[in-house]
């Protein structure tokens, strides 16, 4: 007997064949009847979503979604690139060149799921914890996936993904960075390490997890903001502030916000590279302690008081982290030593009011990448035409519905926040490059004048009735 005959998928470079009831390597295509399947449905938001209507799905099976609508605007309905198929490697038209009416406007918007070998994923990690050294390398399963760039205003960034890791290292560094990505961009919880850093848990709209402690408060500022917004609701109840960071470490009565308010010096020295008065460089390593230093104890960053410089037995100081969720309260003893003692009741509040005025520590995860290649083709016969009238804003890119950023300079590069789309809006290719839905919307006469394929458009009733080339039959996993 001849085994069941095997059909060609064209969906991405991979080009599997894939027998009958079968899916292929990226289990999105599979093989029903002897026709290439889309094994999860074409999505269409309804801006009704804001009042609790679903996402209406294309097919039957789609699970429901949580959709605001704000993004679909100015349309009833817009259909996003989700669940459309994909026109790469190969030039065709996109899956899906939509016709409908905005405002008395004819309006033409083309649908693709992009595949993306030029793809990484830019994370903002939240917290005053030392992740680890720049450019340091970021590991995932072991295998090396980005790594760490510059630290920002409360947070830590880093760099994932890249050509290089998907496609220019191992088959399994290769592999690894794609699940890395994938896991992220669906805001998935995923594990990273870092090297000659810590253990981080990141997942998109989450706090972060550093060395398995999750993260609550993003710093309100540095140790001299801090000051410079605080520095009243401490004048009058204790004699000197240090507020320790671990980039710049701020010092009440020789700040300027202290000077504003007639604050007595204190005779306080500090172990650190003295920028501008009251601002102090370097005071630590970084590490997991107070203010993202390595410190467990701050007084490590005091030297001797001096009297001859206003320091006296009895003079109180407070020393409080840019989060508040470390602080400790000393008085200075007949050798000017600082001595610890209970924090008295009425600091507590400035205390909390540090705490009140940091914003919740959150993971944030940037999808970018560049389209180009036949994805370009498959929207129109003269590509640059659509990268001008991208770059100059003629034609609105979006990503599931979802605004991005698109980089000037050449070609379309854009970023997006995941956790603008719809859950589980990215998918993959095992070449490896990870799938993301993209949508180009623009008046008819802009589409034609670009040179856009025009015998392909079709009106948003006749796909919701008659589907496409990937969407036939209920819409579900292929057993």
């Not at 950023?405 to 490896?432: C, K, Q, S």
């Not at 015998?455 to 292929?478: K, V």
């Amino acid at each position: 007997m001849n085994a069941p005959e095997k059909i060609r998928c064209d969906a991405c470079p991979v080009m599997c064949y894939i027998a009958p009831g079968q899916t292929g390597a990226c289990d999105r295509y599979g093989n029903l009847a002897g026709r290439i399947v889309r094994c999860d449905p074409l999505t269409i938001l309804d801006r009704a979503a804001a009042s609790g209507t679903p996402l209406i799905p294309f097919a039957a099976g789609a699970p429901d979604g949580e959709w605001d609508g704000e993004i679909a605007r100015p349309a009833e309905e817009f259909v996003t690139g989700i669940g459309a198929g994909t026109t790469y490697p190969d030039y065709k038209p996109a899956p899906f060149i939509v016709s409908r009416e905005v405002e008395g406007a004819d309006v033409v918007t083309v649908v693709t799921e992009a595949i993306f070998s030029y793809c990484g994923a830019k994370l903002k990690i939240d917290t005053d914890r030392h992740l680890g050294p720049e450019r340091a390398i970021v590991r995932a399963e072991g295998e090396p996936v980005g790594h760490v760039t510059t630290a920002e205003y409360g947070s830590q960034m880093l760099s994932l993904g890249g050509v290089d890791h998907l496609t220019g290292g191992t088959k399994t560094e290769g592999k690894a960075t794609c699940a890395t990505l994938l896991a992220l961009c669906n805001r998935e919880p995923v594990e990273l390490t870092i090297d000659d850093g810590a253990t981080l848990t990141a997942q998109a709209g989450h706090p972060p997890i550093v060395n398995g402690t999750p993260e609550h408060r993003m710093r309100v500022g540095c140790g001299s903001a801090t000051i410079g917004m605080f520095a009243s609701q401490w004048h009058g109840l204790v004699d000197e502030v240090v507020v320790v960071d671990d980039h710049i470490t701020g010092v009440v009565s020789e700040h300027q916000a202290g000077k504003v308010l007639a604050w007595p010096p204190t005779g306080i020295r500090i172990r650190g590279h003295r920028s501008t008065p009251g601002r102090y460089f370097r005071v630590s390593e970084p590490g997991q302690g107070w203010g993202g230093t390595r410190l467990a104890d701050p007084t490590e960053i005091l030297a001797p008081f001096e009297a001859r410089k206003g320091a006296h037995p009895g003079l109180t100081l407070l020393m409080v982290s840019t989060t508040g969720e470390e602080h400790a309260y000393y008085v200075l003893d007949d050798t000017l030593t600082p001595r610890p003692h209970p924090l008295p009741a009425v600091l507590a509040p400035t205390v909390a009011l540090i705490a009140e005025n940091c914003e919740p520590s959150l993971t944030t995860v940037l999808f970018m990448a560049g389209a180009g290649g036949s994805l370009r083709a498959g929207v129109t016969q003269n590509p640059v035409r659509l990268t001008r009238a991208v770059q100059s804003q003629r034609t609105r890119l979006t990503c599931g519905g979802a605004p991005v950023y698109v980089w000037p300079g050449g070609g379309i590069t854009f970023m997006v926040d995941v956790t603008r789309l719809p859950e589980n809006a990215f998918g993959y290719v095992p070449t490896p490059a990870l799938v993301a839905p993209l949508e180009f919307t623009m008046p008819r006469a802009d589409y034609l004048a670009l040179g856009g394929h025009a015998p392909s458009i079709r009106t948003l009733a006749d796909i919701r009735s008659t589907g496409g080339e990937y969407t036939a039959g209920p819409a579900r996993r292929l057993p």
